[in-house]
């Protein structure tokens, strides 16, 4: 993002300043964090996913924040897209129909594919609207849907070993601060008992995820932009928030070839990126 700031004229040292805060995975110092940043002035806050976004609405009603999360009308952080009303505005990824799709496109890779799971983490709080949606993608695609919750990190292993007693073939992953500090050990769990993982995000591909259907887009660009606006004069409820435009397909092999899954050359020739 600085660098695309950088394109537009600020120059870091120069003509502004960045103040960071890193909570390293832990969703109970947001709050601390956020309200720091407000004390120390700062005039645009940049928050990166649904709990930082929250954390920053909370500490502050009148400094501006630009925001990259999933679902933003979902996780409440504003109530409406087109005409944000408040001092938020960003970028929101569509969590909920890409993994639909994800589902969609894994029965295509397993073309026996009955049951899938998707797993809760507790500290997200919006995985009653998640779960209320992945069970209408399984009844559209005829699956059985099938639910794991994981409270820690010592119960992952726990958790994913239920879900492959209860006959699961597939691991839907959403993502959120949990499951992106612990997707290797999710991953590596999951493909021992044999359920193959999809996800939203093609990071999560990756790292080893066998299917990822994700947005394309560069949402720095987006935040940069919209920054750059706020810093000369613009309000954020007359930003609109932004959704993807571009999607991608990710596959990886190597999951494939650890799940005994066959990918079809349908779905191949439709990737935009092959991890082999």
């Known amino acids: 993002m600085v660098a695309a700031l950088r394109e537009k004229g600020w120059v870091e040292g120069r003509n502004f300043l960045v103040e960071q805060r890193n909570a390293q995975g832990r969703i109970e110092m947001l709050a601390a964090l956020a309200k720091e940043l407000v004390q120390a002035g700062v005039e645009v806050i940049v928050a990166i996913g649904p709990n930082a ?6 500490a502050t009603a009148t400094v501006p924040i630009v925001f990259v999360a999933a679902d933003a009308v979902i996780n409440g952080l504003v109530t409406n897209l087109a005409q944000p009303s408040g001092n938020a505005t960003g970028y929101s990824s569509r969590t909920t129909e890409l993994n639909a799709k994800g589902c969609s496109l894994l029965r295509e890779a397993k073309p026996g594919l009955r ?13 009653r609207l998640y779960r209320s949606n992945f069970d209408d993608s399984c009844r559209v695609l005829g699956l059985l849907p099938i639910y794991a919750n994981v409270g820690s990190v010592g119960k992952i292993g726990d958790a994913i070993a239920q879900a492959a007693r209860d006959q699961a073939e597939g691991l839907v992953l959403i993502p959120d601060t949990f499951t992106n500090t612990n997707l290797g050990e999710i991953i590596r769990f999951a493909l021992a008992a044999r359920l193959a993982p999809v996800s939203s995000s093609l990071v999560y591909a990756r790292e080893g995820a066998l299917l990822a259907y994700s947005a394309a887009d560069e949402p720095e660009l987006l935040v940069a932009d919209y920054v750059d ?6 309000k954020p409820a007359a930003l609109p928030v932004q959704q993807p435009t571009r999607f991608g397909l990710a596959v990886n092999l ?4 650890i799940l005994g899954i066959s990918i079809p050359a349908s779905l191949l020739i439709r990737a935009t990126e092959v991890i082999q």
């Open 254 to 257: 190597k999951s494939a070839a």
């Open 53 to 58: 976004t929250n954390a920053a609405k909370r």
């Open 115 to 127: 049951r899938v799971c998707l797993l809760q983490t507790a500290e997200n709080p919006q995985f």
């Open 229 to 234: 606006r706020i810093l000369r004069g613009a």
